[in-house]
């Protein structure tokens, strides 16, 4: 099953002599439980991408399709309420509430559409990225890649279409990256969960099963392993 069409997609910074394209007619597809890394040089236009896919910025032109919707068709409040259905976002720095327990951060997103949190859900999740024992901490006595599991959590209690993650083990040691990627892993494999990563880390675009690599805002390579 597709799960999603990106078809000719650019963005462009500026006009005329100051005129950048940071992406120039992608185009690609991918299909239910794919495990892509998205990979490139700085300024590549790879980020770019990312929070395109993700809904947090707009193209110039071209399609993004997630699930049978053109994304580029929603009003403002429509996507703002397909993004926290469809798409789970995983960033560098985690984006946790500093004031919110454990359990509160990965419920946020549910709490914002007007949902109420299944408890068993949750103690399922958290028991599955090894939080179970921290949901009443807050993310201040957390490591961080604890905090970076809270993240991930947050990221798929909402069974996303979806999961996007913007350099996931940036900010973390050699170990706790790899602990963080066996993670994602199990997910795309254990639940279909499909999953997009961009990172510059060669051992993760290795372990990937699809790398799309990107230059000059243009795909310059496309292969399966």
Same mark, same amino acid.
Do not use: C
């Given at each position: 099953?597709?799960?999603?069409?990106?078809?000719?997609?650019?963005?462009?910074?500026?006009? +005329?002599?100051?005129?950048?394209?940071?992406? !120039?007619?992608? /185009?690609?597809?991918?299909?239910?439980?794919?495990?892509?890394?998205?990979? +490139?040089?700085?300024?590549?236009?790879?980020?770019?991408?990312?929070?395109?896919?993700? +809904?947090?910025?707009?193209?110039?032109?071209?399609?993004?399709?997630?699930?049978?919707? %053109?994304?580029?068709? $929603?009003?403002?409040?429509?996507?703002?309420?397909?993004?926290?259905?469809?798409?789970?976002?995983?960033?560098?720095?985690?984006?946790?509430?500093?004031?919110?327990?454990?359990?509160?951060?990965?419920?946020?997103? *549910? *709490?914002? !559409?007007?949902?109420?949190? !299944?408890?068993?859900?949750?103690?399922? $999740?958290?028991?599955?990225?090894?939080?179970?024992?921290? $949901?009443?901490?807050?993310?201040?006595?957390?490591?961080? +890649?604890?905090?970076?599991?809270?993240?991930?959590?947050?990221?798929?209690?909402?069974?996303?279409?979806?999961?996007? &993650? %913007?350099?996931?083990?940036?900010? *973390?040691?050699?170990?706790?990256?790899?602990?963080?990627?066996?993670?994602? @892993?199990?997910?795309?494999?254990?639940?279909?969960?499909?999953?997009?990563?961009?990172?510059? %880390?060669? @051992?993760?675009?290795?372990?990937? !099963?699809?790398?799309? &690599?990107? /230059? %000059?805002?243009?795909?310059? @390579?496309?292969?399966?392993?």
């Amino acid at each position: 099953m597709r799960i999603l069409e990106v078809n000719n997609l650019t963005k462009i910074y500026g006009n +005329g002599e100051t005129e950048v394209r940071a992406l !120039d007619g992608v /185009s690609f597809s991918v299909e239910q439980g794919e495990f892509i890394a998205i990979v +490139g040089p700085s300024g590549s236009g790879k980020s770019t991408l990312l929070h395109i896919l993700g +809904g947090v910025d707009t193209a110039s032109g071209g399609q993004v399709i997630i699930n049978g919707t %053109d994304i580029s068709t $929603l009003d403002e409040t429509a996507l703002a309420i397909f993004r926290r259905r469809q798409i789970g976002l995983i960033y560098q720095f985690y984006n946790l509430i500093p004031i919110l327990t454990v359990e509160e951060n990965l419920t946020l997103p *549910l *709490l914002l !559409d007007g949902r109420t949190p !299944d408890k068993q859900q949750i103690e399922t $999740l958290a028991q599955k990225l090894g939080l179970y024992n921290r $949901l009443s901490h807050l993310p201040s006595e957390l490591s961080g +890649g604890q905090q970076q599991r809270v993240s991930i959590g947050r990221a798929l209690l909402n069974n996303p279409a979806l999961l996007l &993650a %913007d350099e996931p083990t940036g900010n *973390l040691d050699s170990e706790n990256s790899k602990e963080i990627m066996e993670l994602l @892993r199990r997910f795309n494999k254990e639940y279909k969960q499909t999953v997009i990563i961009i990172t510059h %880390d060669e @051992r993760i675009a290795l372990s990937a !099963d699809r790398v799309i &690599a990107i /230059s %000059d805002g243009r795909i310059v @390579r496309d292969e399966v392993k």
